[in-house]
């Protein structure tokens, strides 16, 4: 069973950029399209980004379009989420999922990891 570990959150300003990374172990993660995910404090957890298994493609959350840039390394079994001009509704705990793209949406297809504190301030 893959396991996934989210890492590279912390405390930002806003302005600020953080980049933060997903490990798997277990299993291979370029087998699966991947994504990212949020959840704010006190709210349902929320699409953040997900890119196909090969690179080719990669679909943004309006809310992050132009700010978030979501990449991958196959070889060394990690994600990515560059995150810049960091905005104080930024602030959730981050997680990695692979997904499939079911209807008009992207669906999770594995067990959530522990996730990623992004804290960003005023």
Do not use: H
Not at 80 to 88: F, I
């Amino acid at each position: 069973q893959v396991q996934l570990v989210e890492s590279g959150g912390g405390l930002v300003q806003a302005g600020g950029s953080l980049r933060l990374s997903c490990a798997a172990s277990g299993s291979t993660l370029s087998r699966n399209a991947m994504g990212w995910f949020r959840q704010p404090p006190g709210q349902e957890r929320v699409f953040v980004a997900a890119i196909t298994w090969d690179d080719s493609s990669a679909d943004y959350a309006d809310s992050v379009k132009g700010r978030f840039t979501i990449s991958r390394d196959n070889a060394k079994n990690l994600l990515y989420l560059q995150m810049n001009s960091l905005k104080p509704e930024d602030t959730a705990v981050y997680y990695c999922n692979a997904v499939r793209f079911y209807g008009n949406s992207w669906s999770v297809i594995g067990s959530w990891g522990q996730g990623t504190q992004v804290t960003v301030s005023s």
